[in-house]
């Protein structure tokens, strides 16, 4: 079974900064994608940033970008010049690319953007 | 907007009653998913439903069921609610039809109280 872990409850950044949040998986898939969700006050899960395992390259969007380390099964979100709406539950999370709408979350990691 | 709309927002019920939960997809959207999310915890997926039949199952029991209707709108029920079935209830939509790149577009969710 594919298993997620964000070991990071809580994460604090200041306006303007750079902060990395972290996300270890497990999986014996070798074909899958990794990604990064935002959940803020209004519960709507929001794709911030997604990762196919067989890219080597990391995936960005905008200010987010990834560290993608497939064998270390490793998947940090850095934010870059950090906004106060920015401020929300992260989740990290895996799909096989067999069963795309089945997606296995982390626990979450709390951000606060401080002034 | 995701165009993916849940009813209601908040639901408060009694331990052994049943209780049904609804999902409005966007127009093409072949493919809804459900997900609990308990408090301080990451999503967990309950099924999925392909045009109108169950393709995929979490670690859920029985008394979770679904239906997907040609409308693009779905249902969750519950049956012998538990306490423990408190939790915000997600849906997610996507067309399968056009491939993996296609995104996930999740609702609000539905808070769902066991007294």
């Known amino acids: 079974a594919q298993t997620v872990t964000q070991s990071q409850p809580e994460m604090s950044v200041q306006e303007a900064e750079t902060v990395t949040l972290s996300c270890t998986y497990d999986t014996s898939e070798s074909d899958y994608y990794l990604f990064w969700y935002k959940q803020p006050p209004s519960r709507q899960m929001i794709l911030v940033i997604r990762q196919e395992a067989y890219k080597q390259q990391n995936a960005t969007e905008n200010r987010f970008s990834v560290n993608f380390q497939k064998a270390a099964k490793s998947f940090s979100l850095k934010i870059s010049d950090s906004q106060l709406g920015d401020a929300a539950m992260y989740f990290c999370a895996y799909s096989y690319t067999g069963t795309a709408s089945k997606l296995t979350f982390g626990t979450g990691t709390r951000l606060q953007v401080t002034l | 907007e995701t165009g993916v709309t849940q009813s209601p927002t908040h639901l408060i019920k009694t331990r052994g009653q049943q209780v049904t939960l609804r999902c409005s997809s966007q127009?093409?959207?072949?493919?809804v998913s459900w997900y609990q999310q308990a408090l301080g915890q990451g999503p967990q997926f309950i099924f999925q439903?392909?045009?109108?039949?169950?393709?995929g199952r979490g670690n859920f029991p029985p008394r979770f069921s679904g239906l997907q209707f040609p409308n693009y709108s779905s249902e969750l029920n519950v049956n012998a609610l538990e306490l423990d079935d408190s939790a915000l209830y997600l849906c997610?939509?996507?067309?399968?039809?056009?491939?993996?790149?296609?995104?996930?577009?999740f609702g609000s969710g539905t808070q769902l109280s066991v007294l």
């Open positions: 127009s093409g959207h072949n493919t």
């Open positions: 997610a939509s996507r067309d399968r039809d056009r491939g993996f790149n296609e995104k996930l577009f």
């Open positions: 439903y392909y045009r109108e039949e169950e393709n």
